[in-house]
């Protein structure tokens, strides 16, 4: 038996293949003003210079590490130069990665693109500030010269005080009490040299202070003392805590600038906080380019036949 179709029928049957027709047409449209193969090759350089980028980051990273960790200026500044020169290369490929996505890049890539922009900004301005610190070395100085030339001074000092033989005992008194402050005054050196805080370095140079009044006043004592006139030693232990002194200066100037410490602190926190942001603004920017479409490609799970 033939069924006819109604009219009804007839009208949706029209509209369903005059829809498919112009979704058709549209395809076709799409397809001829975007080339996949130029789509694909767009997309591949950009995800490549999102790669370069993060990588880049990361050996800046390493390179500024070893400046804050070097122990010589030398290192420190070889490192340095690492670090900066490869910051540039990022700054280098991010300004090319703007270029493509000015022509060919989606809003959301922009947008992620202008975020790192203000992440790296961060990166770099901190970046400065850690790198013209690490290079100084004050820190590693002042300890050279506490262990240095400061603790032979004292050492000397020590040495010639404890040939102070007489049988008086005012004088051995007031010798070992010299003796006694002025190691206790390069002792707190150290401390003062790897603190970072002012105040507690002030309290330490207050403590450094009044071992310093003591060896001065038992030396004064001991010069008074008619036997000890003119005595060598006794002179060669006032010349050598007078290079102490003279030392210690440097030493506690050196440490007020806390380089080292500073730097270390810096890249521990800030650039390491400022690093996470970055590469956290560089995944994202590579998940959404991987994410774009490409006209004629299917990106979904193919199923077996």
């Not at 030339?149 to 020590?158: I, R, T």
């Not at 051995?172 to 370095?201: C, F, G, V, Y």
Request: with cysteine; charged share 25%; net charge negative.
């Amino acid at each position: 038996m033939n069924v006819k179709p109604r009219i009804q029928d007839v009208v949706w049957m029209a509209a369903g293949a005059g829809l498919l027709l112009i979704v058709m047409l549209a395809v076709l449209h799409f397809q001829k003003g975007q080339d996949p193969a130029a789509q694909l090759v767009s997309k591949s350089m950009r995800i490549q210079l999102v790669a370069q980028m993060q990588l880049g980051l990361t050996s800046a990273s390493e390179a500024e590490k070893s400046a804050v960790l070097a122990i010589t200026d030398e290192d420190s500044q070889k490192f340095a130069d690492q670090a900066r020169a490869v910051t540039a290369e990022v700054e280098r490929h991010r300004a090319e990665l703007a270029e493509l996505l000015a022509q060919t890049g989606m809003d959301g890539e922009k947008d992620l693109l202008t975020q790192f922009t203000a992440d790296f900004a961060d990166f770099q301005r901190i970046d400065r500030d850690l790198l013209a610190l690490a290079v100084k070395n004050t820190n590693l100085k002042a300890s050279s010269l506490a262990f240095g030339s400061a603790a032979a001074a004292v050492k000397e000092m020590d040495a010639a005080l404890a040939q102070l033989t007489a049988d008086d005992v005012k004088v051995m008194r007031l010798a070992d009490n010299t003796r006694i402050a002025a190691w206790r005054l390069l002792a707190l050196i150290p401390p003062h040299i790897a603190e970072e805080s002012d105040q507690k370095m002030d309290e330490m140079e207050s403590q450094m202070d009044k071992e310093d009044r003591q060896v001065r006043h038992s030396l004064d004592e001991l010069a008074a003392i008619p036997a000890m006139a003119g005595n060598p030693d006794l002179k060669t232990a006032t010349a050598g805590y007078g290079r102490f002194s003279e030392t210690r200066s440097q030493i506690l100037k050196l440490s007020r600038e806390n380089t080292n410490v500073r730097s270390l602190s810096i890249s521990l926190n800030q650039k390491r906080k400022v690093m996470v942001v970055c590469q956290a603004s560089l995944d994202a920017l590579q998940q959404a380019i991987q994410a774009e479409p490409v006209a004629g490609i299917n990106y979904g799970n193919v199923r077996p036949r």
